[in-house]
């Protein structure tokens, strides 16, 4: 039987580590692969809640990437995995592309080739899933009023949580202080007033982010931007050294299987060798990173095809 190993090194494919401080990433012509992997020394006091609000990661993120580690109590001295390497969704790296699986935003400044912004987020439940497909942004609201809809005002009832049919802006408003406004009706891309819970299935469907990241994108987007909502839990990208994997766990409501798998990895194979890249990894690699979904790019090459350059190392 096939072993990966579980060296951190051999995890990433890659070898040195050192800590980023923004969202902001750079992008490089020859590369799928943005960020650079890291690794810290828990604190007595550390949680993974507090964690990814420092580090701007999303809560599952932590837990995929660091499944031997108790979230709420990781122990002082305990080593922690931050997610902070991506392979970029195969979407049209224009605007605002959200990868469902991966519950992150990538956003790509207009005009601007060599950067992408990129944000954890919380999107719907399985039973108020968010819907695929593009969409634009139509308005933008800062302190915006919230008007639930009566299919969320029954189930709040039902739990004996009345909401009123208008909640203003204020620190009860689960929307935060800014919301962009989707053409897909009743969607917004917000902010929250329980940032705790980021980075997790939570919502009816909308995209939360944390407080400081919805108003620095608020700032930054002008309506009309293009927003492409994808599902890719296989993400296949490319080095000058060959191909990379980042694999998370399906969504809840898809039939997992191992017919399914091999056909999502068929499709990110397709997706990153119709680009004209090589044909050279391991079929064996890739369903072992598939299985894990630890939500890190991971080497799958079947050789290294050529010296690592200075930003894939």
């Known amino acids: 039987m096939f072993k990966l190993s579980v060296n951190v090194g051999v995890i990433f494919g890659l070898s040195s580590f050192f800590q980023l401080s923004a969202a902001e990433l750079e992008l490089f012509a020859d590369s799928d692969v943005i960020g650079k992997p890291q690794i810290i020394t828990a604190a007595y006091e550390d949680t993974f809640i507090k964690l990814a609000r420092k580090y701007n990661l999303g809560y599952e993120e932590l837990i995929q990437a660091n499944p031997s580690v108790d979230p709420w109590l990781p122990g002082e001295g305990t080593e922690i995995v931050l997610p902070t390497q991506f392979i970029l969704p195969k979407a049209e790296r224009q605007g605002i592309v959200i990868n ?60 004996n949580r009345p909401l009123p049919k208008v909640v203003p802006p204020g620190p009860d ?124 790019p991971e080497f799958i090459s079947a050789e290294r095809l050529a010296t690592p350059s200075q930003h894939s190392k």
């Open 173 to 296: 408003n689960p929307l935060g202080k800014h919301a962009l406004r989707l053409s897909l009706p009743g969607y917004l891309i917000h902010g929250t007033n329980k940032p705790s819970g980021l980075g997790m299935r939570v919502t009816h469907g909308c995209i939360r982010m944390f407080p400081e990241d919805i108003e620095a994108l608020f700032e930054n987007v002008p309506i009309g931007t293009p927003v492409r909502i994808v599902n890719e839990p296989y993400k296949l990208g490319w080095t000058d050294n060959g191909f990379y994997l980042e694999a998370h766990p399906p969504l809840d409501e898809q039939t997992i299987d191992d017919a399914w798998t091999m056909t999502e990895l068929t499709r990110a194979f397709v997706a990153a060798t119709s680009e004209g890249q090589g044909t050279s990894f391991s079929w064996e690699l890739a369903e072992v990173v598939a299985m894990r979904s630890l939500g890190i």
């Open 100 to 159: 469902l699986p991966e519950l992150r935003l990538y956003y790509y400044p207009d005009g601007e080739s060599g950067r992408v912004i990129t944000h954890p987020i919380s999107i719907g439940r399985m039973e108020w899933g968010t819907p695929l497909g593009r969409s634009e942004i139509i308005s933008k609201a800062v302190n915006p009023t919230w008007y639930p809809p009566e299919s969320i005002r029954e189930e709040h009832a039902a739990d």
